[in-house]
């Protein structure tokens, strides 16, 4: 059973940054591509960032690009979602997920989930 786990998240202030971390058991992470999405309260769960199974292509929902940066170590089974130039509405859950395939910015394409880690950032 694969099992991915998301660290790296809590309180900061607006225009701080903080680095996600999405680390998965098993032998099929560097099959996939790994996604993250973040929900906030009341709102439906929304793409952020996408980094494909072999490192070379990346993409990002409009409103973070220039800010987050995706990277990702096979080595380690680790993903990292670096966050710069925080704001408020950065606020939400964030989870890291796994895609074979499929459209990318739909959640319901992903195989394996985390739980999520907490981002809130203040004014």
């Known amino acids: 059973q694969a099992q991915m786990i998301e660290s790296g998240g809590g309180l900061v202030q607006a225009g701080g940054s903080l680095r996600l971390s999405c680390s998965a058991s098993?032998?099929?992470?560097?099959?996939?591509?790994i996604g993250w999405f973040r929900q906030a309260p009341g709102k439906e769960r929304e793409f952020v960032a996408l980094?494909?199974?072999?490192?070379?292509?990346?993409g990002y929902e409009d409103s973070v690009k220039g800010r987050f940066t995706i990277s990702r170590d096979n080595a380690k089974n680790t993903v990292y979602l670096q966050m710069a130039d925080l704001k408020p509405e950065d606020t939400a859950v964030y989870s890291c997920?796994?895609?074979?395939?499929?459209?990318?910015?739909?959640?319901?394409?992903?195989?394996?989930w985390g739980r999520g880690t907490q981002v809130t950032v203040s004014s």
């Open positions: 098993g032998r099929f992470f560097s099959n996939y591509h």
């Open positions: 997920a796994a895609l074979i395939s499929g459209f990318y910015k739909s959640p319901h394409s992903y195989d394996y």
């Open positions: 980094i494909s199974f072999s490192n070379e292509t990346t």
